[in-house]
């Protein structure tokens, strides 16, 4: 359905445009049926940094499995951890 879009006032800081998007339905805005799927690959998610303690024994077991698939024990954790946060979600969905 046609409708014709209210115009989009501006802004002087992103706090004033959050507020203005939190009380305001973005529908009356944009023409969300005519809008157009973007992909923007290079676009990493954020990080925070934390600090983890492990066993020394644990933290060399992971350094050497890190090394025979030649990446960083930073990068296997983030993997081994993704894989077993997506199998839990995936037996709590059931």
């Known amino acids: 359905m046609a ?33 157009e799927e973007v992909v923007l690959p290079k676009l990493k998610p954020t990080t925070q940094t934390i600090s983890l303690r492990l066993s020394r024994m644990m933290l060399d077991e992971l350094r050497a499995m890190a090394n025979k698939r030649d990446v960083s024990y930073q990068a296997l954790i983030k993997v081994i951890l993704k894989e077993r946060i997506d199998q839990e979600l995936q037996q709590n969905a059931r």
């Open 3 to 35: 409708h014709e879009d209210k115009k989009i006032p501006g802004f002087l800081s992103e706090d004033e445009e959050r507020a203005f998007w939190a009380a305001h339905d973005s529908t009356e805005y944009v023409d969300w049926d005519a809008a």
